[in-house]
């Protein structure tokens, strides 16, 4: 499922490795409480831009650079099935693949490179969900294409759109599920796959999404996560009522901004967790950055570069940095009620990392070989610099995530 719109008029053509853009100014700082730096006992840089719910003070796994990895990618595109057509950057015709040859490295410690056969080992006889948006989906892909290596993923459900799927490794007793619920709270969507809307969306701030609700007491872990979704125009609901809305012009309603309903629907989903009788191991992922420039996604934006930013070369935008405060504030709240409940809660931080991979997003190969045909400077593409091509960046979330797993 792609978060995108039709065809643009825009005129993007994909540019070589050649092509790179003046360095952005450097990253804003993000507010950290003693509160939270004492509930997380980790290390916190002096900016506050990096920390994360680790038991252990010896390293943040968060705050590092992208270095050139001669190893390459655990897969390929023809070594793993389970690449949606979208994010099949190479098959697709991108013509470099040096985007593959980066691995995330924390400056003050080695992170471990992730290992299947041990993941699959600590996960026996286990339930693993990603809920969230189409970028979760993203990371289950990543993560199936690895542990398949090792043993053939069956998958033993989908719903009927294949947005929410269940993969079963029947040699661990292993559940991997990833659930689509873009608001984590229940709302009526009228998108088809490519983002043409027929309705405007109607989102119920006090009322979670059954679509996982319903099977919560079925896992022993999940990951979950916001973001972008909530930035579309929407209405809305609260006691049965309607509340406000976001960007609803001629709606005569009040306008409470992205913002309010982010915040709403983090507390209600967190809250939930915190207090349930059923403890799940939680991990909240931070905002994912997009990489568009000189245009958004649709009017016109790209994403050409082909190697990683190096820290202090971009900055997070406006809107990035309005949803990371949001989410923190959540979470801090969060991790206080589940620290006193005995929950283990921990924040999965990829908004720096990501932030400095541009080079990793589809662009305009989220489609077979775009640019063909008589004039390929001609062509109409429309570019994908939200989610990543697999193999790519986000393969080294799953080292992040084993590390939490094994020793956080």
């Given at each position: 499922?792609?978060?995108?719109?039709?065809?643009?008029?825009?005129?993007?053509?994909?540019?070589?490795?050649?092509?790179?853009?003046?360095?952005?100014?450097?990253?804003?700082?993000?507010?950290?409480?003693?509160?939270?730096?004492?509930?997380?006992?980790?290390?916190?840089?002096?900016?506050?831009?990096?920390?994360?719910?680790?038991?252990?003070?010896?390293?943040?796994?968060?705050?590092?650079?992208?270095?050139?990895?001669?190893?390459?990618?655990?897969?390929?595109?023809?070594?793993?099935?389970?690449?949606?057509?979208?994010?099949?950057?190479?098959?697709?015709?991108?013509?470099?693949?040096?985007?593959?040859?980066?691995?995330?490295?924390?400056?003050?410690?080695?992170?471990?490179?992730?290992?299947?056969?041990?993941?699959?080992?600590?996960?026996?006889?286990?339930?693993?969900?990603?809920?969230?948006?189409?970028?979760?989906?993203?990371?289950?892909?990543?993560?199936?294409?690895?542990?398949?290596?090792?043993?053939?993923?069956?998958?033993?459900?989908?719903?009927?759109?294949?947005?929410?799927?269940?993969?079963?490794?029947?040699?661990?007793?292993?559940?991997?599920?990833?659930?689509?619920?873009?608001?984590?709270?229940?709302?009526?969507?009228?998108?088809?796959?490519?983002?043409?809307?027929?309705?405007?969306?109607?989102?119920?701030?006090?009322?979670?999404?059954?679509?996982?609700?319903?099977?919560?007491?079925?896992?022993?872990?999940?990951?979950?996560?916001?973001?972008?979704?909530?930035?579309?125009?929407?209405?809305?609901?609260?006691?049965?009522?309607?509340?406000?809305?976001?960007?609803?012009?001629?709606?005569?309603?009040t306008e409470l901004g992205f913002e309010y309903a982010?915040?709403?629907?983090?507390?209600?989903?967190?809250?939930?967790?915190?207090?349930?009788?059923?403890?799940?191991?939680?991990?909240?992922?931070?905002?994912?950055?997009?990489?568009?420039?000189?245009?958004?996604?649709?009017?016109?934006?790209?994403?050409?570069?082909?190697?990683?930013?190096?820290?202090?070369?971009?900055?997070?935008?406006?809107?990035?940095?309005?949803?990371?405060?949001?989410?923190?504030?959540?979470?801090?709240?969060?991790?206080?009620?589940?620290?006193?409940?005995?929950?283990?809660?921990?924040?999965?931080?990829?908004?720096?990392?990501?932030?400095?991979?541009?080079?990793?997003?589809?662009?305009?190969?989220?489609?077979?070989?775009?640019?063909?045909?008589?004039?390929?400077?001609?062509?109409?593409?429309?570019?994908?610099?939200?989610?990543?091509?697999?193999?790519?960046?986000?393969?080294?979330?799953?080292?992040?995530?084993?590390?939490?797993?094994?020793?956080?």
């Open positions: 499922f792609i978060q995108l719109s039709p065809v643009l008029e825009a005129d993007p053509e994909f540019v070589e490795e050649k092509a790179w853009s003046p360095p952005l100014p450097p990253v804003a700082d993000a507010p950290v409480t003693d509160d939270l730096r004492a509930m997380n006992g980790s290390k916190v840089s002096d900016n506050g831009f990096h920390f994360h719910d680790l038991v252990t003070a010896k390293c943040d796994i968060f705050r590092g650079a992208w270095v050139p990895d001669s190893a390459g990618p655990f897969y390929t595109t023809s070594t793993c099935r389970l690449i949606e057509d979208h994010q099949n950057c190479m098959k697709n015709g991108r013509p470099d693949s040096g985007y593959t040859r980066w691995r995330w490295t924390p400056h003050d410690c080695e992170l471990p490179r992730f290992n299947p056969e041990r993941f699959l080992d600590f996960m026996k006889n286990k339930s693993f969900a990603f809920i969230g948006d189409s970028i979760s989906r993203n990371h289950v892909q990543s993560l199936l294409c690895i542990l398949s290596q090792v043993e053939p993923a069956l998958e033993v459900y989908h719903d009927k759109e294949y947005k929410s799927k269940r993969w079963y490794f029947p040699s661990h007793d292993f559940t991997l599920s990833v659930i689509w619920s873009p608001f984590l709270t229940k709302a009526s969507i009228f998108e088809d796959n490519d983002g043409v809307s027929t309705d405007i969306i109607q989102l119920h701030l006090d009322e979670l999404d059954t679509v996982w609700l319903e099977q919560f007491k079925n896992f022993d872990y999940i990951e979950i996560a916001g973001g972008k979704w909530f930035l579309k125009t929407a209405i809305y609901h609260e006691n049965n009522t309607i509340s406000g809305c976001h960007n609803c012009r001629g709606k005569n309603l982010y915040q709403k629907a983090l507390n209600a989903t967190l809250k939930f967790i915190t207090s349930s009788k059923h403890e799940v191991h939680t991990f909240f992922r931070t905002t994912t950055p997009d990489h568009f420039e000189n245009g958004e996604w649709n009017t016109g934006g790209y994403c050409n570069r082909t190697g990683p930013f190096k820290l202090g070369e971009v900055n997070l935008s406006d809107i990035d940095a309005v949803m990371r405060k949001i989410e923190l504030e959540e979470f801090e709240k969060a991790a206080a009620t589940g620290l006193k409940n005995g929950l283990n809660l921990r924040l999965f931080d990829t908004t720096n990392l990501s932030l400095l991979r541009p080079d990793g997003h589809p662009g305009p190969y989220r489609v077979f070989h775009p640019f063909t045909g008589k004039d390929k400077n001609a062509a109409k593409v429309q570019n994908d610099c939200l989610h990543w091509c697999l193999p790519g960046p986000i393969d080294s979330w799953n080292d992040l995530i084993m590390e939490l797993l094994l020793n956080g």
